[in-house]
């Protein structure tokens, strides 16, 4: 499992989550447990010295002693118990020792004063660890005198790490069990969770073959976008190489024909030279046409890329006029816009400067004084209107320029050229072109381009 | 009319400096930008003709650098490129028209007669002062509608006279745009062809169009437009 894998990232982060979290809560866990054990220890210790105090009493010949059966814990008369028991005089002779304590001594280094405890540990080579109390006492006898007293208690501190260790290994144990069960769990639900995503690359890979159309929707919510991307690009991708390839067809067979007239005029002795360059100027005119035409329905993009930010309409319409006013400026036409505020569509900015530029272009040529251009932004699509006051087009021109443009081979007026790349372009984003009368009087051209997701009412 | 054509491909140029050399027009020719900035900014242009396409600066860069040096005379842009976003861009730092290639060289001439023309303040083709009507299109000229057949230098005076109607045209700026700019300048040159418009266009000195300012020039007297509305 590569880390290229999703699956095997996942795994592999919360692993070391799972492993850094636990770390910290074992150790965490230790240092608790074992503060807690210390501090019982030294209560235990507490008690043992309490009990010890409490036992020893003034002997008949007035010093201080232990009876024969003081009645302390059991564990001080067992000898090696853990448990054991010193007092020693104000000299550092013991004068008490708890039958526990056999073949070791006990050696202080510092002495409390009365009243002070003294916690330490006893660590000599070769014996038991012990973790001791210490605890100066003035002893004040019936005579009214009182002499110094040390007692100490001291206790194995074996058992305690005993339990220490058990506890940590405890706990470790269970936390690698933990662990264990999460990334199976884990492992499981991603085999689950990851499923659609390996039926879209298995998808994918069916359509890179030739076996299927388009990627299934029907897919967890995180992927129908991606999804519907995706549709969205092969479907483009595969109208863009159709259209390309059809254009060079049509390109290919277009230039063929003028081509031709020329090689044959070349060679044409019936043909004087004057009506020969007549001739030669009409099929040049006819083949730029053709190539221009040609060209601009290839460039026209349909918005194919998804990375497409809105355009606002608003600056390109102005733009245009800008351009248009100057190339125009002897007519001294008059071009109102009515945009709304903030129109933005989704589309390639070539291809709606194409649109907005041949019909604004288109008005402003065969107006007489006026031009308006709307442009309405809805949810669902942009409309856009450009109106003229000139003459009009004649009743078939919509079929003549709008579904004859798409017939390449036809050849088409001038002034076609521009509608027919218009409706090419805004067949490509879905949408279509109308032409009719516009109330100025002269034609008025809609070009409506629907929102991506929205598709136009037939 | 001093022309300047700026195109990098040298049989369409030769070619442009022969048509609008054979109309009349002085023309400066440049096959790269670079060479189109010297001579656009060393010699007097009424009109320059740009390609966009140009090598060492282009085409963009070289209107862009006129304007910045207050050259306000028309630029015209000649672009193989057809798309909208190239033609409002060139519009927009300064260029006056454009005309896409191939073209035919009437519509580049004709264009650039208009470009003249409203440099001039005129807005229609015609040029009409008083009984004088110059039809920049056909290059034709009629005296209270009777055609008047002038030869290509007088033609261009008066054109040039009526384009700065109203204003004085010293000699040595009639010789700059109508000359080459080597020609050995001989203002008695300009005396004899203003004397020979006068007679052809006010043979009985009825309207006295063209007015002489001794030692300034010449000036079109007659008013723009004609007298009476037709």
């Given at each position: 499992m590569s880390l290229q894998s999703l699956r095997a990232r996942v795994l592999l982060w919360v692993s070391v989550a799972l492993i850094v979290l636990f770390a910290i809560t074992i150790v965490g866990l230790a240092v608790i447990f074992q503060r807690s054990s210390e501090l019982a220890l030294r209560d235990a210790l507490q008690v043992q010295l309490l009990g010890l105090i409490a036992a020893a009493e003034e002997s008949e010949d007035g010093e201080l002693s232990l009876p024969d059966d003081p009645g302390l814990d059991l564990s001080l008369t067992v000898p090696e118990s853990g448990v054991y028991g010193v007092i020693w005089d104000a000299d550092g002779v013991p004068i008490w020792r708890s039958a526990s304590w056999v073949g070791r001594e006990w050696f202080v280094t510092q002495w409390p004063i009365p009243g002070e405890r003294i916690y330490l540990t006893v660590d000599e080579e070769g014996l038991l660890e012990l973790e001791a109390l210490l605890m100066g006492i003035r002893w004040d006898f019936h005579d009214g005198s009182s002499l110094p007293y040390t007692f100490g208690i001291a206790l194995a501190r074996e058992p305690y790490l005993a339990r220490e260790a058990a506890f940590r290994r405890n706990l470790i144990g269970w936390f690698a069990v933990v662990t264990v069960t999460m990334l199976i769990v884990l492992t499981i639900v991603l085999r689950y969770a990851l499923k659609p995503l390996r039926r879209l690359v298995h998808e994918v890979g069916e359509i890179e073959t030739g076996r299927r159309q388009v990627v299934t929707e029907r897919l967890p919510s995180e992927l129908t976008g991606l999804a519907h991307n995706l549709n969205f690009l092969i479907d483009s991708e595969r109208r863009r190489s159709v259209r390309y390839r059809n254009t060079l067809d049509d390109l290919a067979h277009s230039l063929k024909t003028p081509l031709a007239s020329i090689r044959v005029l070349l060679t044409d002795r019936g043909v004087d030279d004057e009506a020969k360059m007549r001739a030669l100027d009409r099929e040049v005119s006819r083949m730029d046409q053709r190539i221009g035409y040609q060209l601009r329905r290839a460039r026209?993009?349909?918005?194919?890329?998804?990375g497409l930010a809105p355009v606002a309409l608003g600056p390109i319409v102005e733009d245009i006029v800008g351009t248009l006013d100057k190339v125009y400026r002897d007519k001294q036409v008059s071009c109102e816009l009515d945009i709304e505020a903030g129109a933005r569509y989704q589309g390639d900015p070539g291809d709606l400067n194409e649109i907005l530029g041949n019909l604004i272009e288109n008005a402003y040529k065969y107006c007489r004084k006026r031009v308006l251009v709307e442009v309405k932004s809805s949810v669902e699509r942009v409309e856009i209107v450009i109106h003229d006051d000139g003459p009009g087009l004649p009743e078939d021109a919509e079929e003549a320029v709008i579904e004859r443009g798409a017939r390449a081979d036809e050849s088409i007026p001038g002034e076609g050229i521009g509608l027919a790349v218009v409706a090419e372009t805004a067949e490509l984003y879905q949408g279509s072109v109308r032409l009719g009368t516009s109330p100025l009087g002269g034609t008025a051209v809609g070009v409506i381009l629907p929102r991506r997701g929205y598709r136009l009412k037939k | 009319m001093r022309v300047l054509i700026v195109e990098d491909d040298s049989s369409l140029s030769r070619s442009l400096v022969a048509e609008f050399e054979a109309r009349g027009f002085k023309v400066l020719s440049a096959p790269d930008g670079r060479e189109g900035q010297y001579l656009a900014t060393e010699y007097p242009v009424d009109l320059a003709i740009i390609d966009?396409?140009?090598?060492?600066?282009s085409g963009i860069e070289l209107i862009e650098s006129l304007r910045a040096a207050s050259k306000d005379y028309p630029i015209l842009v000649l672009t193989a490129r057809d798309r909208w976003q190239d033609k409002v861009e060139a519009l927009k730092i300064g260029a006056d028209d454009y005309v896409t290639k191939p073209f035919h060289v009437e519509e580049l001439i004709a264009r650039a007669d208009a470009l003249l023309r409203r440099a001039g303040g005129w807005a229609q083709s015609e040029l009409v002062c008083g009984p004088i009507t110059l039809d920049t299109r056909s290059q034709s000229v009629r005296l209270e509608g009777q055609q008047v057949e002038l030869t290509s230098f007088e033609y261009r005076l008066l054109e040039y006279l009526m384009l700065h109607a109203g204003e004085v045209c010293s000699k040595t700026q009639i010789t700059e745009a109508l000359y080459d700019q080597d020609f050995e300048r001989d203002s008695n040159v300009i005396e004899v062809f203003i004397g020979r418009l006068r007679r052809k266009l006010d043979p009985d000195s009825a309207h006295k169009p063209i007015e002489t300012l001794r030692g300034r020039g010449y000036r079109m007297v007659l008013p723009r437009g004609a007298p009476e509305a037709r």
């Open positions: 026209a993009t349909g918005g194919t890329g998804l | 966009l396409g140009l090598p060492e600066v």
